[in-house]
């Protein structure tokens, strides 16, 4: 019972973040960046932070939780793996979303692509993803699929799953960064530069120590063995994936 | 038996990709930003990456992995808690002169502190990484803290171990991509600028994607439940922060 509350309180501040970084990564392009638009402009670009933060980190998270909310443990899983599959394709198409807005933004302004290391870790992230989808579909609800290839592939699956999240974190990161650092260079009208931390600096640094926030509590939450769905020879070949041995 | 072959084969992988983070990280910073030297020129700065990366990651890396070393399994477990601490040690002494090299610059210079997101999450990484080897030092290496202790505090330091390579991992992606953005600006006198991909863009970039690689191969290490030190109770209340039922 212990054990529950505390999931549900971990899990309302996982709702709670995961709103604040929808509505902060909004708020920071619509107010301060100029809004938004589909028409190649500097306003083109401003979709890409909001479409990656939006799919890539708080849809994400929360599918890769659904599995462990205690609600759903009396019921048939197939409709949560429609849940946890259907929330990971919607944060897929936003981040393609994303990745179209930045391609766009910077093919209409003959900008090259992929070339910043943000672009190369974000790029693989996006790859890893689609691959690992693909690859969770095919396996996971296709009923054709042997329960053998089930097993195999899932420690694979769950581990790939929680890496993509930390990539996705990373690429974030340094993506607001390097936003930050060619928005805020501070000119002659008054503007303020990134090194004197104008509102909009505070306002996107704190999207990303929120991002961070939401990061980790969803790791917490996928880390503890207590909270786990609980399945028959579910414990076969699981992966701990930042578990070591320290003591 | 095939599980130590593989073990051998990955920390292979892990000690090269360590290697090459050093070597590539000491190579950008002597060769495209001009080498090293502590009198708050832009010398005095390329001693931060070099210091981060090699502390924060490629050594703190390799201390988290020293008990799944199998060879050690059979001897007294004292002496690999002392390296674990001594090499964690090392590396916390290391990230603190990092941190020196980049304060000393920016004063030496009148450039703010802190400002960035990638100094706040970078900060907040050290400052966490020295709160857990205080604790650590405390918990499991003091001879009169009692067992009960140890063991209640052990998932806390597995889980707080594997979350601060993450954030490491975080700080050094974006601080690379900052760091490029600011060097590679392009001028007159034939300087390319990072959009153009030249010889230091593709040699720093390489070297984010090879510190994300030996993080995941770290992770993937630590991980692996077979590959954990045999230990009585060891499965007792162990997280695994990155696993989550993907089924």
């Not at 708080?58 to 609600?71: D, M, Q, S």
Request: glycine share 8%; with cysteine; aromatic share 14%.
């Amino acid at each position: 019972m212990r054990g529950i509350v505390a999931f549900y309180v971990t899990y309302l501040l996982c709702l709670i973040l995961g709103i604040v970084c929808v509505v902060l990564v909004a708020h920071w392009n619509y107010t301060y960046r100029g809004g938004f638009a589909w028409d190649g402009s500097a306003k083109h670009f401003n979709w890409h932070p909001v479409f990656m933060v939006t799919g890539m980190v708080v849809l994400y998270g929360n599918a890769a939780v659904v599995y462990r909310i205690p609600l759903t443990w009396g019921h048939n899983k197939l409709p949560w793996k429609l849940l946890h599959a259907g929330l990971l394709l919607l944060s897929l198409i936003l981040s393609v979303l994303g990745l179209c807005a930045v391609f766009d933004f910077h093919n209409k302004n003959h900008t090259p692509n992929l070339y910043s290391l943000h672009s190369w870790v974000g790029i693989c992230t996006t790859a890893l993803f689609t691959a690992q989808w693909v690859m969770g579909f095919t396996v996971f609800l296709l009923p054709c699929t042997p329960m053998a290839a089930r097993a195999f592939i899932k420690p694979a699956h769950v581990w790939m799953g929680g890496i993509i999240l930390v990539l996705s974190i990373v690429s974030c990161i340094s993506g607001i960064n390097e936003k930050l650092f060619f928005a805020l260079k501070g000119n002659t009208n008054g503007t303020l530069p990134y090194s004197a931390l104008p509102p909009e600096a505070i306002t996107a640094n704190s999207l990303g120590v929120i991002i961070v926030a939401f990061g980790l509590v969803v790791l917490k939450i996928l880390s503890n063995q207590i909270w786990q769905r609980p399945e028959p020879g579910y414990d076969e070949g699981v992966y701990r994936p930042l578990a070591y041995d320290g003591s």
